[in-house]
């Protein structure tokens, strides 16, 4: 297996998407279960459309957060890390549709022992309707270098130019 890394990452570089569904009834009342939400709106379509007045059983926001983190951790592998991801939900997704998760690489520092790679983040339907824009930042091995460390250091405490305070 081919192992992502930073230096052969370019900025403006699409990620392969992730691509999910259609999404049924059966898939939402899984992820439910296995989360324990068991708000109505995910599996119950007379109480979502009828008491809620929504389009259908909306996807739980759960787990179009992990259609996003599942992209990024299989796009570095087991040699990198996923840092930080942040998004908004902007639109309801419902039974029925596909959603792409998708990445754009945006930018690239280079610190002592790893690179980083800052992402544009989002989820397509197939409509093309955005429902969860955002941005992360994902940390790649130099190519011939060791896997990104673990424990994963705590990057709020590098200094500029990539070595980490020491406490």
């Known amino acids: 297996m081919h192992r992502i890394c930073y230096d052969e990452v370019e900025i403006g570089q699409s990620i392969e998407p ?20 068991w708000h109505k709106i995910h599996y119950d379509a007379a109480f979502a459309v009828e008491h809620d007045r929504l389009p259908g ?13 599942n992209l990024l951790k ?5 040699s990198g890390w996923v ?6 939900f902007r639109a309801m997704n419902v039974v029925g549709e596909t959603l792409s998760t998708w ?5 690239k520092r280079k610190l002592d022992a790893f690179g980083l790679i800052d992402l544009e983040i989002g989820i ?10 955002g941005v992360a930042v994902v940390a790649l091995p130099f190519a011939n270098g060791p896997a990104v460390p673990y424990p994963f ?9 990539g070595s980490v305070f020491s406490a």
């Open 18 to 37: 992730l691509v999910k569904g259609p999404l049924t009834t059966a898939h939402l009342m899984r992820w439910s279960a296995a989360v324990e939400n």
């Open 57 to 69: 059983l909306l996807i739980s926001g759960s787990l179009k957060q992990q259609f996003i983190a």
């Open 74 to 78: 299989d796009w570095v592998g087991q």
């Open 83 to 88: 840092w930080k991801m942040k998004f908004q």
């Open 103 to 107: 990445a754009k690489v945006t930018g």
């Open 124 to 133: 397509l339907n197939e409509r093309g309707l955005e429902s969860a824009p």
């Open 153 to 161: 250091p705590d990057l709020h405490r590098m200094t500029p130019d």
